[in-house]
């Protein structure tokens, strides 16, 4: 059923207030750090309790109070239904003045994730905007790669007016480093133009298993570096691309604001919870055995989605940057998950492998279709 005059002229009203209420929300209550406040909880009563509490609590750390989670759990039921103050009613010149910048995550070549991510800017660009996967070197540091991005907007963004970056896995990292470092490159009136940063099941707070990794010694971690070694064709290749996403960029207490060098910064982060009955996942083999790695004496993560810990792929309190959360049941590759009222994310990716390379194409209609344009400064 379509919906009223009033009904639309309320849903414009109410997109228009959340640009005002995201900016100074977020600021109006102390909040924990539920990366530490999991771990915790993890330790005293288990994985699954403690997801069942990081999902309860994330609520509070939704400067939208979850507005627009229960958005996209509308679109996503609704295939053809379309907000009607979303990004998807853009006019064709100011989606021509979009940029909408995708970094890919861990593997450039490898794998399912790449030809998703490119599939996903080939989309947008058929539907008009300035869409652009970012090609980077294979096996390179979070900061090897913040700077190639830098190098790559310092004249691409003189084309678009609007900015978005979205980020995937360690895509999301990289572009951490990039917002708190060498986003200072760009020229002031760059800067302004970025608005959206989307973080799709991204490292943002240091991977637990990216750490064992990079770093430990025993027969499994040793294993994986060679499986790496040996999929990547680099046989003697070092591990600085893993051990740089394996700490928490913002354990250091001199990290610029990622709203130092782009002012008008919001972020969207879609965090993966495990969705299994003991509190991992069970969603993708691969995930499943990475969940169990890096447990031990010397690391004790909270609920993670097979790679990342579930509260690493949110932001951590007082950063200063309004958040929006849409919280995933499922593994660390996002897709094969379910929102929290049921829908799945990505069916054609769960249905089979031919139908896999259109999954980040449902998952992104499903965000254009929800967004409020306000969120992109239009």
Known sequence: MMPTRLQRMMTVLMGLWLGVFSLVSFAAEKKEDLLYVARQWTAESGKAVARDKLEKAMESQDDARNFFEQRIWQVNARKDFV????????????????????????????GDSPPIVRAVAEELRRRGFHAIAIETEDRRSADDNAQAIANYLREDMKQVDRVMLIGFSKGAYDLVRFLTGPAEQLSIREQKKIRLFVNFSGVLRG?????????????????FRTYLNLRSGKLF?????????????????NLPSLRAYAPHLNCINYPALPEGEDGFTHKDWLFHNLAKSCEGRRRRPGPYDG?????????????????????????????????????????SYVRGEKGRIHGGIELMDDMLRALPKSALGW
Not at 95 to 107: A, D, I, S
Not at 207 to 223: F, K, P
């Open 83 to 110: 907000y009607p103050d979303a990004v998807e009613h853009l006019s064709d010149s100011q989606r021509k003045r979009t940029g909408v910048y995708l970094m890919l995550g861990y593997q450039k070549n490898k």
């Open 307 to 347: 790679l990342v810990e579930s509260a690493a792929s949110i932001l951590p309190p007082n950063t200063g940057v309004p958040q929006w959360i849409v919280r995933v049941h499922g593994s660390h590759s996002l897709l094969d998950g379910e929102y929290l009222n049921g829908g799945e994310v990505a069916p």
């Open 207 to 223: 991977s637990c298993v990216a750490d064992w990794a990079a770093h430990d010694h025993d027969i499994g971690a040793c294993v």
């Open 237 to 253: 290749h070092s591990f600085d691309d893993l051990s740089s996403i394996s700490y928490d960029p913002w354990s250091n207490p």
